[in-house]
């Protein structure tokens, strides 16, 4: 176990340093503040909003009882994270082009309404995958066991 958390160790600190040269070498020292800023603010809305949203929504679900299984708790935190990661890469796009002139062609899309259709879309998802989840367990319960006679 020690060899594994050295190695795992060892690789995510050669990760991080391979992503500081490849930052430093690749973006200009003018936009580093900015980049700073960007991270500084998603370490901040992770541990202030998503952290806390995922951990209250698993917390009320599983307060619902035997009715709703650790699976779908899960579906529903997996939901809440995927759409909360495309929303943090989504908004810089949304907050540059309310900045820009009303030039279609540098940001050509909608990305508002897009990033508003993809939480409808994963909402979609996590419902019927937690409708299918939630029907299995109810058929599981109520089969009887196999040693019964």
Avoid: E, K
């Amino acid at each position: 176990m020690r060899a594994a958390r050295t190695t795992l160790i060892l690789l995510g600190t050669s990760g991080l340093l391979f992503g500081l040269y490849v930052l430093v070498d690749t973006v200009r020292i003018t936009r580093l503040p900015g980049v700073a800023l960007w991270i500084g603010a998603a370490i901040v809305l992770h541990d202030a909003v998503l952290a806390p949203l995922v951990f209250f929504c698993g917390l009320l679900l599983r307060r619902a009882g035997r009715r709703v299984t650790g699976t779908i708790v899960l579906v529903v935190q997996a939901a809440i994270v995927v759409g909360s990661i495309m929303t943090l890469i989504v908004v810089p796009a949304i907050v540059a082009r309310s900045l820009t002139s009303n030039n279609p062609s540098i940001l050509p899309l909608d990305y508002g309404r897009n990033l508003a259709l993809f939480w409808v879309a994963v909402a979609l998802v996590a419902t019927v995958w937690s409708v299918v989840l939630y029907a299995r367990s109810r058929r599981a319960n109520q089969r009887p066991s196999s040693r019964q006679s």
